[in-house]
């Protein structure tokens, strides 16, 4: 099966900039993360969604970002206006989470790594 | 509040020796998923075992077995006959029940792991 796809694969913008993430889970994952992972930490997850519905934002920082998910299946992160802290790698993930299977892996993407100057 | 940690920032192992990376973790829910993930250099995230809580056995998967101690909030990864390839960032991630209202993986910060020749 195709991987979780994303685009770009790297971006370099000046602060107050913005910039958009594109995000292609695998075929039939209902569940879609987006995950900001700064450099020598683990990810931290921004936002859940569950098919187009989100399911949990509360660490994502609402005045700069964005992120929606059409008819269930891609996705896009935006920020505007861009920080020099938001230097990361943004990893998109999707997972299989039948009712009956509470405990799918997730399925990463290659991940965006953003440089805001 | 739920919370993974990984005590070890870096380690080392001889190529063709076994080594261990600790994981505890910290959790009410009788119920949780405990996942390893493997990072290398090129920045995918790559599933490689995973522990349901209330599994009587210890996960096993090829060179990966996942030494789970439940009464201590451990899920160590044990990686045998390590080879060149698995110098890499390895987190361990927890994931809550379903029924909490969401399937929220959290993460250690990770473990760099360097196998020498």
């Known amino acids: 099966e195709a991987g979780v796809a994303q685009s770009p694969r790297y971006k370099i913008i000046e602060k107050r900039q913005s910039v958009a993430f594109w995000c292609n889970p695998i075929?039939?994952?209902?569940?879609l993360y987006w995950y900001q992972q700064i450099l020598g930490q683990g990810p931290k997850l921004l936002i859940q969604?569950?098919?187009?519905?989100?399911?949990?934002d509360s660490q994502l920082p609402k005045d700069r970002f964005s992120a929606e998910r059409l008819k269930g299946v891609d996705s896009t992160l935006k920020i505007q206006p861009a920080k020099l802290e938001d230097s990361a790698v943004y990893l998109c993930?999707?997972?299989?989470?039948?009712?009956?299977?509470?405990?799918?892996?997730?399925?990463f993407g290659n991940g965006t790594r953003l440089t805001v100057t | 509040a739920q919370k993974i940690t990984q005590t070890q920032p870096g380690m080392f192992v001889q190529e063709k020796e076994a080594v261990t990376l600790d994981c505890t973790y910290d959790?009410?829910?009788?119920?949780?998923?405990l996942f390893w993930y493997k990072q290398p250099s090129s920045g995918e995230m790559i599933f490689l075992i995973y522990?349901?809580?209330?599994?009587?056995q210890n996960a096993t998967e090829g060179r990966y077995s996942l030494n789970f101690q439940k009464a201590r909030k451990s899920a160590n990864l044990v990686i045998s006959a390590s080879q060149l390839g698995d110098s890499a960032m390895y987190f361990c991630?927890?994931?809550?029940?379903?029924?909490?209202?969401?399937?929220?993986?959290?993460f250690g910060a990770g473990t760099r792991l360097f196998v020498k020749a």
């Open positions: 993930a999707s997972s299989l989470d039948q009712f009956l299977r509470g405990f799918s892996p997730l399925h």
């Open positions: 075929s039939g994952h209902a569940t």
């Open positions: 969604f569950q098919n187009n519905g989100v399911v949990d």
């Open positions: 959790t009410s829910d009788p119920s949780y998923g």
């Open positions: 522990q349901g809580s209330y599994d009587q």
């Open positions: 991630a927890m994931r809550p029940p379903r029924n909490t209202g969401g399937f929220k993986t959290i």
